[in-house]
Structure formats: structure tokens, C-alpha cells
């Protein structure tokens, strides 16, 4: 380049460079303005009714509903028609279908009216689709709606991590309680088709409701469909690259599928493609779950079939190879970008199941601070209803691992038992460390992968917690005492644990309680008077308190006084001088964040694992006496 061109190449540069930013559908000839839309314009739409192939139906405006949508969000009326329109209604999947007026993009079919009797839709308009900004592919962990950290401080000389107390939903009632409320507005009540290959059908049923308020429709979920399989040597945190041939195939009209779950199991939520500028795409029409800058796996699907219904009608599609990646999940649209890699969490499941026989599963989730722990949890349990009875006595010896960017891990070790819903308690062991590792704001802490091995057995194991009893009931401060449990077995056999227990030099002349019993009744007893605290410091601390959540396979022992306390900073103070809470009181700065309790935890005790699930607590008594009398 000579001196001469080099001098203008610099000019040209530095006046774009001054130039301000502009939204790509600013000015821009081949998008249709709002101001522009009058009732009587006639356009038409663009979707996949079956196959690959793009139809046009036809779309008459009725006009503009303002502010219709959210403040300054105004929606296009629109009465559709056409062959595929005039025998299935608008159909689910249609989200996001592009529709031109003169040739002209107005914006997305975004929203249909259920068990309407003619197809009237709503248009998302184009300007709210483009104002969906890019954003780099990762972002720090959010944190999870609903989610309360309880974490009970250690007495002192003990670990001083303490421990977790897990306050999250291990059932469809308490996923509604633990989600946001659904909007209640006329027009904001739009749900994306859900489809699931390979998951529980009766399971899926009953949390139907939960995928409903996250604004999905489960649908065909019985179908057997399957996406592109992930072999194990292909389990990875990011796809493998995207395929090109594919992702030249996706233009507006196009159907593609957000790759919630791919592998063994499937689950993914379809939508149409509105606009393609280069490798960036906008679809849908409105949000996913509103999650903002996001970071999911999407594929070009084919429609097998559009199925007719009185109440809504769906499409029927299979999705092929990933080929892109959405990062922007925001009100009037979903943005993604072609040969964009998303990040997922491979899960690799191992099942030595009461047929006899080890199955291996490989499957990869989305990586999502709500979805995560969700699907996880349903993932775990189809896996297991495949070979396992849903009724009847049943036993899961859980072990394994959640891997973590910074080389640590998060053990996945229990042992459930009961004699009805057995493999919900073992979704809930890795649902809910799972919860709390994604809601965290640590940037440089993710999931790099699961591992879980179950056995799985035909039985039940839970082992009732019958008799307990001290070496002593008067003891003395700074004495040594023994705590001796005894487990009934479902054989009617015995198992003997005896537990070291140490009375804290600090307390005199009073009473304790010592309530022994295994993890779940413990947690309950402990909940009731443990304050909600403030999330951990860092990813170290966070990864210890997950591996100090007490399991159901030991015994736990509690000693506690009556004595008023108070916890400051996540740190708990037993006995308090009343001098000491005086001055607290009187310091407003102070007082806000102090929590009183009228019970105080000064001794936290274990065994060590057993192959049982224990169950049942009972409650000794220790008076401790002074130091008088003593050498």
C-alpha cells in the first residue's frame, strides 16, 4: 500500500470510528416501520409447516396495540390465513416467524390466543427485536430466584466452615414456590413448545405446571424423538464445532431447537427464525426465560409434522447437529450466533441396576442457574424409573462428584431408601448442590462435569434409629463423654455407633440437649432457629460447605443450650453476656444485621458413613455442673 492510499485507508477509518453506533435495523430500507402500520396493510409470513421446506401464509393488519406488551413495548394485531393457517390455527413453533409487508420486515409472530376460533396473532415489531444487544458468551453465575443461604456456624474448635443448611424445592410444589410468578397479563401468556425424548412421561406430568410458569408447553413428549447423539469421547464442556453446511440452511422461517439436554436424554424448545444478518440471528419473538445475557446450544430442526388441535396446535420436529450458540435471551427476542459454542456440563451416568446389568448414560446439560438443577434432577430419575420400580421398597447407593473449573470437587455421595419415591430423594442429591454451586457471582468458577455412579437395589435399607444413650448424664466442663446409637436394620438386625462427644470448657451449670439422629432430621431441627445469612466469600468456602451438608447414611449429633445467642457476620456467639447484648442494642448500625436465637449450638458431631439411610432422632439430656469439688 503506498503513502497516498495508506493516507486515505487512515481518513475513511477515523470517520467511521466517529460515526455513531447504530441498532442494525436503524434507517434501514428493507424494515417495514411501525409508524407506517395502518389496519387494511397486507403482507405475508414466512414458517415450516413440515419438512424443511419455508411457506407463506397470508397476514391482514388489524392494527396497533400500544404499550400492549410492557411500557413503550407497542404489538401488531394480525388475523393470519393460508393453507397450513386455515387447518392448524397458529400453531406452536410458529414464535418468531418473519412477516413482510411490500417486501419489508415488519417483525415476528410472537404470541396466538389458545382455543381461538379464528388465527388472530400477535407481531412482536422488528425495532424491539433488534434492540436485543450482543454479548460475550459468558457471564458470571446469577443468582437463582428464590434461593436462601442458611449456613449454621461451627462451634468453636470445630471445622470452621460450618455447615449448609439446604433450604431449595425437591418436588413440583416447591419448584412453583421457589420460581417467579408467571406475568398475568392478557397478552404476555405465551409459552414455547418443550419437547423431552427419553424423559419420564408420568414425570414429566406432574411437573408440567413448573415448565408452564417458566413459559414452556411440554408437548410430544412421548414421541421417542431424538436428536444428534453425544458418544462419550464427545462429552465435552463445549460442542464440537458447529456444522457449516447446516448453518448456511438456516434463514427466516427456519425452525431451530435450543439444545436444553442432548444425548441419551433429549429436551429442546423450538422457534422460528425471524432475521439473519451475516452469522447473527434474532428469533422467537419474545423471550425464552428472560435470562438476559445467556449461553445456549441451538440446531436446525426439521418438521416431521404439524399436528392439529382444539386447544393449540404444535409442531412435530427433529433436530440435527448443533450450530450455534444464543447469548441474549431478552423480552422481544432471542439473539444468537452461527458457529457460536456454548458452554455445557457434560453428565456421564453409571447404573448397576436390579436386572443385573451396568448401563452407562452420557448426556450434556445446559449450563443455566435455574434449568440446571431442574433437569439435572429430572434427568436423574427418568434414568433410574427406566429399570427401577416406582413402587415398592427401593435403595440408591449414590456416589460421585460435581468437577469444578478451579480442581475442585463437590462430592455426590448418600444413601437413599424408602418404600415409595426412592429415586426422587436421589435427583434431589445432585439437584441440590448443583442449585447452589450455579447461584454464585465467582467468574472464574463453572462446571466442567458430573459424575454419578448408582446401585441400585431391590430393598429397602433405611436403618430406624432406636435407643441412644451417654456414659454419663452429669458432666462437667471440657469432659469427654461417649454417645452410643442403636440402628434397627429392615432384617431386625442391630448396628451399634457410638459417637466422642465434647462438653465445651465455656459452659456452666445448666442443661443441654443433645438430639442425635440422621441427615434429613437433623437439617429439619437445625433450620427452624438458623438464621438466613449471606452467601459465601469465595469459591473455596462455597465448595466446603457443599461437602459438609450432612447425607442421610450417618448419624449426626447436635448438642445445644437453651442460652440466648446471636449470629453476626456468619459467625454465632453462644451465651452472650447481657452486658454484651445491651451494647449491640444500642448500636443501630450494629443491631440491623445481628440475629438473636433462643437456642445456641455448642457441640456439632458425626460418624462416618454407613450403608444405610437412618432415619428417626431421639433427645438426651447432659446437666453440666461446676467445677467445684475438682482437684
Not at 353 to 362: A, G, M, P
Amino acid at each position: 500500500m503506498n503513502y497516498r492510499r495508506f493516507c486515505a485507508f487512515a481518513l475513511v477509518s477515523a470517520s467511521l470510528a466517529l460515526c455513531p453506533a447504530r441498532l442494525p435495523g436503524q434507517d434501514n430500507a428493507a424494515f417495514f416501520p411501525l409508524s407506517e402500520i395502518r389496519p387494511g396493510l397486507k403482507g405475508v409470513g414466512r414458517t415450516i409447516f413440515e419438512g424443511n421446506r419455508i411457506e407463506e401464509f397470508q397476514v391482514e393488519i388489524r392494527g396497533v396495540l400500544k404499550n400492549a406488551l410492557a411500557p413503550k413495548h407497542d404489538a401488531i394485531l394480525a388475523r393470519l390465513s393460508g393453507p397450513g393457517v386455515d387447518k392448524n390455527g397458529v400453531v406452536a413453533g410458529m414464535s418468531g416467524s418473519p412477516v413482510y409487508v411490500d417486501g419489508k420486515l415488519v417483525g415476528a409472530v410472537a404470541i396466538a390466543f389458545p382455543f381461538a376460533k379464528e388465527p388472530y396473532a400477535v407481531i412482536t415489531p422488528i425495532r424491539d427485536m433488534l434492540g436485543v444487544a450482543p454479548a460475550p458468551p459468558r457471564v458470571a453465575g446469577s443468582v437463582a430466584t428464590g434461593l436462601r443461604w442458611r449456613i449454621a456456624p461451627s462451634p468453636g474448635g470445630q471445622d470452621s466452615a460450618g455447615r449448609l443448611i439446604p433450604d431449595v424445592p425437591t418436588d413440583p410444589a416447591g419448584w412453583l414456590r421457589f420460581l417467579p410468578a408467571p406475568d398475568s397479563g392478557y397478552l404476555a401468556d405465551f409459552r414455547l413448545p418443550l419437547r423431552f425424548a427419553g424423559f419420564n412421561s408420568e414425570l414429566i406430568r406432574e411437573y408440567t405446571p413448573v415448565f408452564r410458569q417458566l413459559g414452556f408447553e411440554p408437548v410430544a413428549s412421548d414421541l421417542g424423538l431424538t436428536g444428534a447423539p453425544v458418544p462419550p469421547s464427545d462429552v465435552e464442556r463445549s460442542p464440537s464445532p458447529s456444522g457449516t453446511d447446516n448453518g448456511r440452511e438456516v434463514v427466516p422461517g427456519s425452525m431451530i431447537s435450543l439444545m436444553l439436554v442432548r444425548g441419551d436424554l433429549n429436551l429442546n424448545v423450538d422457534c422460528t427464525v425471524t432475521y439473519r444478518d451475516a452469522r447473527n440471528l434474532y428469533a422467537c419473538g419474545h423471550q425464552i426465560l428472560l435470562a438476559g445475557p445467556a449461553a445456549i446450544p441451538f440446531a436446525k430442526a426439521e418438521v416431521l409434522a404439524t399436528i392439529p388441535s382444539l386447544a393449540s396446535s404444535f409442531k412435530v420436529d427433529a433436530p440435527g447437529p448443533v450450530v450455534g450458540s444464543i447469548y441474549q435471551d431478552r423480552f422481544g427476542a432471542i439473539y444468537g450466533v452461527l458457529g457460536g459454542q456454548a458452554p455445557s456440563i457434560p453428565f456421564h451416568m453409571r447404573v448397576e441396576s436390579t436386572l443385573n446389568r451396568q448401563e452407562d448414560y452420557h448426556f450434556e446439560l445446559v449450563d443455566h442457574p435455574v434449568l440446571t438443577p431442574l433437569l439435572a434432577n429430572l434427568a436423574v430419575i427418568s434414568t433410574l424409573s427406566a429399570t427401577e420400580r416406582a413402587v415398592g421398597p427401593s435403595t440408591f447407593n449414590l456416589s460421585g462428584n460435581i468437577r469444578l473449573s478451579t480442581g475442585e470437587t463437590v462430592d455426590v455421595t448418600d444413601v437413599v431408601s424408602s418404600d415409595f419415591g426412592a429415586v426422587n430423594a436421589a435427583g434431589a442429591a445432585v439437584a441440590t448442590p448443583l442449585t447452589y454451586l450455579l447461584s454464585n457471582d465467582f467468574p472464574d468458577l463453572h462446571i466442567t462435569g458430573i459424575d454419578l455412579k448408582v446401585i441400585s437395589q431391590d430393598q429397602d435399607t433405611a436403618a430406624r434409629l432406636e435407643q441412644a444413650w451417654s456414659s454419663r448424664s452429669q458432666v462437667r466442663p471440657g469432659d469427654h463423654i461417649e454417645v452410643t446409637v442403636v440402628l434397627r436394620t429392615p432384617s431386625g438386625g442391630s448396628v451399634m455407633q457410638k459417637i466422642p462427644v465434647e462438653i465445651p470448657a465455656s459452659v456452666h451449670d445448666k442443661t443441654l440437649s443433645l438430639t442425635v439422629g440422621g441427615g434429613t432430621s437433623i437439617n429439619f431441627l437445625q433450620n427452624r432457629f438458623t438464621p438466613l445469612a449471606s452467601p459465601p466469600r469465595d469459591a473455596h468456602q462455597l465448595v466446603r460447605l457443599l461437602n459438609r451438608m450432612r447425607r442421610d447414611n450417618q448419624v449426626y449429633a447436635l448438642l445445644m443450650s437453651s442460652e440466648r445467642s446471636f449470629t453476626l457476620q456468619g459467625e454465632e456467639f453462644p451465651s452472650p453476656p447481657p452486658s454484651l447484648v445491651q451494647t449491640i442494642m444500642s448500636a443501630p448500625g450494629v443491631s440491623n444485621s445481628v440475629t438473636f436465637s433462643s437456642s445456641s449450638v455448642v457441640g456439632d458431631y458425626e460418624t462416618k458413613p454407613m450403608p444405610y439411610a437412618i432415619e428417626g432422632q431421639q433427645t438426651l439430656y447432659l446437666k453440666v455442673l461446676g467445677n467445684e469439688g475438682r482437684p
